[in-house]
């Protein structure tokens, strides 16, 4: 059988084990790497670009909501993410999808169904808890925002979740190994996407997206 390359991204050892325990399960030979926080599962995602799949908690140390998954869509296009989290309720599995994630499998769904859900999406379709009706976004702002969003590069995306936790430019600056007047470029930048005029309006944009999540 094929050998394939699993990223498990999430930042609480039990639930990898659980996420590890899945994947082993499919056939063919796996090569699993392990990340407990943002910066590691970029790193793994950047040195492993032949990856098959990277299971993505939407809650991790280094990034806040879906900034995560907007930074790693952009900067691996080619990489399928699947969603795997506690806050698994529709507006949130919509989101995530819309965002560019290739699946979403719920914290609380058993190992046979993440497995099942991971091999969907490995033969190409998109993976979504059973209770999920699908829909489109209901709020016309909050559709406007996604696609605003999207349009951010990988580092803006990054930029605007750092933002979001609170962190000056100067701490940006420092956390992404750059220069503070960068770091004001990406701001203005930022802002110009999402047609504010200051870092806090920005903050709240993200939060419009981020609201549904509690976890």
Request: glycine letters at 8%; a negative charge.
């Amino acid at each position: 059988m094929a050998a394939s390359t699993f990223i498990i991204a999430d930042d609480h050892p039990l639930f990898r084990g659980a996420l590890r325990q899945a994947v082993t399960g499919i056939d063919g030979t796996q090569t699993i790497i392990e990340a407990g926080d943002f910066e590691a599962a970029r790193k793994a995602a950047a040195e492993h670009s032949d990856a098959d799949l990277m299971l993505l908690d939407l809650a991790m140390p280094g990034v806040s909501g879906f900034s995560g998954l907007m930074a790693l869509r952009a900067e691996f296009a080619s990489l399928p993410l699947v969603i795997v989290s506690a806050t698994d309720d529709p507006v949130t599995i919509r989101r995530a999808l819309e965002l560019g994630a290739s699946g979403f499998i719920s914290k609380s769904a058993g190992i046979d169904e993440i497995r099942a859900s991971i091999q969907s999406v490995l033969e190409g379709d998109i993976a979504t808890p059973a209770s999920y009706q699908g829909g489109q976004e209901t709020d016309p702002d909050v559709a406007d925002l996604i696609n605003r969003l999207r349009t951010l590069t990988p580092q803006q995306s990054r930029v605007l979740g750092m933002l979001g936790e609170g962190l000056l430019n100067k701490q940006i600056a420092y956390e992404l190994g750059v220069s503070e007047a960068t770091i004001k470029a990406h701001v203005s930048a930022i802002l110009l996407k999402l047609k504010v005029d200051s870092r806090t309006q920005a903050v709240i944009q993200l939060g419009k997206i981020n609201m549904a999540m509690v976890a």
